[in-house]
């Protein structure tokens, strides 16, 4: 099945700098790769996600870059604010083997926290 | 609805007794997931129900851990003879199936908490 490793588990950037978070997976069928942001107390929320035609996707401050080649996925935050102080977590898409339907492999989360 | 919802937000009980969570995913997912998120940890993943296909319970980690999902819409989460591991912030979240780029939608969550 699908592995995702996610570096580093914790970031603290001063606040105006950027700040990017790096997965790696194993399955090279894996054809989506969603970011969810999760605020203390509340749900992961996606961000941002690209498909696995596309190299590079961004909105706003935030951008995500996939090297289909290396199998690694970033997440890159610009310009950070307070706000953005949250857990990050990757995740890849692709077909359990087993059971035959498409699920999300979920990283272990990166702490990210912007001082003022 | 428009999203995800999860009741209770939170829940106490006493260690022994059972619980329900309920999740009642966005109308027309055919996909819902539970995981289990203890304090500053990542996303552990508990059972996944697709339509009317035999759930994936891999994730569940013991027998007093059960699932259902009645007519293809809510689902509840049982915890029988709960014990103080058992607390943990539960989440469930729904999808699209099949191949698409579809990602999840989560809800808040049920803080559980065993006394």
């Known amino acids: 099945g699908e592995n995702v490793e996610q570096h580093p588990s914790t970031l603290s950037v001063q606040e105006g700098d950027s700040a990017v978070i790096k997965c790696t997976y194993s399955?090279?069928?894996?054809?989506?790769f969603p970011w969810y942001k999760q605020e203390l107390g509340k749900g992961p929320q996606l961000i941002i996600d690209?498909?696995?035609?596309?190299g590079e996707k961004k909105d706003q401050r935030i951008a995500v870059t996939l090297n289909k080649t290396a199998k690694h996925f970033s997440l890159h935050i610009t310009e950070t604010q307070p706000e953005d102080s949250a857990v990050y977590f990757c995740a890849a898409r692709s077909k359990d083997s087993g059971a035959g339907s498409y699920q999300l492999t979920f990283g272990k989360g990166t702490k990210l926290s912007v001082i003022p | 609805g428009a999203g995800v919802s999860q009741s209770p937000s939170n829940k106490v009980t006493e260690k022994g007794k059972d619980v329900e969570l309920r999740c009642d995913p966005i109308?027309?997912?055919?996909?819902l997931y539970w995981y289990r998120q203890s304090l500053g940890q990542g996303l552990e993943f508990l059972i996944y129900f697709q339509g009317n296909s035999a759930p994936d319970k891999s994730g569940l980690p013991s027998d007093r851990f059960s699932a259902e999902r009645t007519g293809g819409s809510v689902s509840t989460l049982t915890i029988q003879r709960t014990q103080q591991e058992d607390s943990a912030v539960y989440l469930c979240?729904?999808?699209?199936?099949?191949?698409?780029?579809?990602?999840?939608?989560f809800g808040s969550g049920t803080r559980l908490t065993v006394v």
């Open positions: 979240a729904s999808s699209l199936a099949g191949q698409g780029p579809y990602g999840y939608t």
């Open positions: 109308s027309g997912h055919t996909a």
């Open positions: 399955d090279s069928a894996s054809n989506y």
């Open positions: 690209i498909r696995s035609n596309v």
